[in-house]
């Protein structure tokens, strides 16, 4: 069974761009999640969808960040424009609801260097 | 205010011996879940284990072992045996299964090193 998909999994571009992230949940599973992770500041939920809905989008540091989910197959997080500052590797998950433990699983990322 | 504390952020292990990741946790729903997982220097994150606040007995896989004191709000990760490929960050995490859901918060990580 294939895992969740990402893609890219190197990303570099320079300020100001804008990058796209993309995500494949696994099959069935009805929760998404995207997180980035700094050394910094560890690993951080951005947002996570519920049946393609956004249900917590709190994480989203500012209005540069916009994720969206049109099915239950794909996902896309969008940086415009994009700051050194967002460099980062970039996480998605995916769980099904109703499970039990809920156990997320998660993609290989994207590592983004933002220059 | 929910938050998991992970106070090693290095251990050293001999290979072949056992070694505790310490894992503390806040919460003030009484239905979560515990999770472990492993971030290898490839950087993808591996789940480990899994422990949920009304299961009674501690958590097995394999070499995993989860020693979960509920009362001290403790949930530390036992290695038995370890193997140099164990050498990694581990993630603790939890997941509150009332109010928002989904939402898994994780610890710092602990980078374990394993000594031949």
């Known amino acids: 069974d294939a895992g969740v998909i990402q893609s890219p999994r190197h990303e570099v571009t320079e300020m100001g761009q804008e990058v796209t992230l993309r995500c494949k949940p696994i099959?069935?599973?009805?929760?998404l999640f995207w997180y980035r992770q700094t050394m910094m500041r560890g690993l951080e939920l951005l947002i996570y969808?519920?049946?393609?809905?956004?249900?917590?989008d709190s994480g989203m540091p500012e209005d540069r960040f916009s994720a969206k989910m049109p099915n239950a197959s794909f996902s896309t997080l969008k940086i415009q424009p994009s700051e050194p500052r967002d460099s980062a590797v970039y996480f998605c998950?995916?769980?099904?609801?109703?499970?039990?433990?809920?156990?997320?699983?998660f993609g290989p990322g994207t590592r983004l260097t933002v220059l | 205010a929910q938050k998991i504390t992970q106070t090693q952020p290095g251990m050293f292990v001999q290979e072949k011996e056992a070694v505790t990741l310490d894992c503390t946790y806040d919460?003030?729903?009484?239905?979560?879940?515990l999770f472990w997982y492993k971030q290898p220097s490839s950087g993808e994150m591996i789940f480990l284990i899994y422990?949920?606040?009304?299961?009674?007995q501690n958590a097995t896989e394999g070499r995993y072992s989860l020693n979960f004191q509920k009362a001290r709000k403790s949930a530390n990760l036992v290695i038995s045996a370890s193997q140099l490929g164990d050498s990694a960050m581990y993630f603790c995490?939890?997941?509150?299964?009332?109010?928002?859901?989904?939402?898994?918060?994780f610890g710092k990580g602990t980078k374990l090193s394993v000594k031949p």
């Open positions: 998950a995916s769980s099904r609801s109703g499970s039990g433990s809920n156990e997320q699983f």
């Open positions: 099959s069935g599973h009805n929760s």
């Open positions: 969808f519920n049946n393609n809905v956004p249900i917590d």
């Open positions: 919460t003030s729903d009484q239905s979560y879940g």
């Open positions: 422990q949920g606040s009304y299961d009674e």
């Open positions: 995490a939890m997941l509150n299964y009332g109010g928002s859901q989904g939402n898994l918060i």
